[in-house]
């Protein structure tokens, strides 16, 4: 299959192309596919006729989204958009990945794909932006919210608690909460 995977150079990036290195991946990271921009979007999507399109690019910094709202609404809302349309006018699926963050996280219990969202935070609201735009384009689109990445790239709750345990003093959990 031809996958364009874009946020490629990020945590979950790196092992989408890691996995998928027997089908015909082109990736794409923050440098050389801007998700914001849709003439490059459109452009790049022309040239690779990709089946399937994963995003797993994002304004991925919860807490300083608070101070960044345009930025985080940009890469999270309107980059979507952008491949949402862009894989639409060649017919290609688009695969979005979004977050349990677009819940408030009062349930008190798991959460189901029929629960309506009520994000809390610019991150969140701007991650259901995105959901809703990509929902809401005529092509053919799926969102898969996920909650923390654990993964071998960049950084995730079990490396920051590791590199603690090993340096540290007891740790408390809640001074990791907000990785
Ligand atoms: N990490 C988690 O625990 C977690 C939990 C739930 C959901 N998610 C979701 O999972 C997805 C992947 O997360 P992740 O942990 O892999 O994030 P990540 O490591 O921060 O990777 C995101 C990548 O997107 C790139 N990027 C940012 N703005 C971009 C833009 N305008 N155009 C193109 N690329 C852009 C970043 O590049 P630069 O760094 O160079 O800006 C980064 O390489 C995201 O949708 C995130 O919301 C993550």
Redesign the pocket.
């Known amino acids: 299959m031809r996958i364009l995977v874009?946020?490629?150079?990020?945590?979950?990036?790196c092992e989408l192309v890691a996995i998928l290195r027997e089908d015909d991946v082109h990736a794409?990271?923050?440098?050389t596919?801007?998700?914001?921009n849709e003439a490059a979007v459109v452009a790049t999507v022309r040239q690779i006729r990709p089946e399937w399109i994963i995003?797993?690019?994002?304004?991925?910094d919860v807490d300083g989204a608070e101070t960044a709202e345009p930025a985080a609404f940009?890469?999270?809302a309107q980059?979507p958009a952008n491949l949402a349309g862009a894989a639409a006018g060649i017919d290609a699926a688009l695969i979005h990945?979004?977050?349990?963050?677009v819940f408030d996280g009062r349930k008190g219990k798991p959460y189901t794909e029929d629960d309506r969202p009520n994000p809390i935070s610019v991150y969140g609201r701007s991650?259901y932006e995105g959901e809703r735009r990509v929902l809401e384009s005529k092509g053919r689109t799926c969102v898969l919210?996920?909650?923390?990445?654990y993964g071998k790239?960049?950084r995730?709750?079990v490396k920051a608690i590791r590199d603690a345990a090993s340096t540290g003093p007891a740790l408390r959990l809640e001074d990791f909460f907000m990785?």
């Open positions: 874009t946020g490629a150079g990020g945590q979950l990036g794409f990271d923050h440098r596919l801007d998700i914001t995003n797993a690019a994002a304004f991925n940009m890469a999270n980059g990945v979004s977050t349990d963050y991650k919210r996920t909650a923390w990445l790239y960049g995730n709750f990785l």
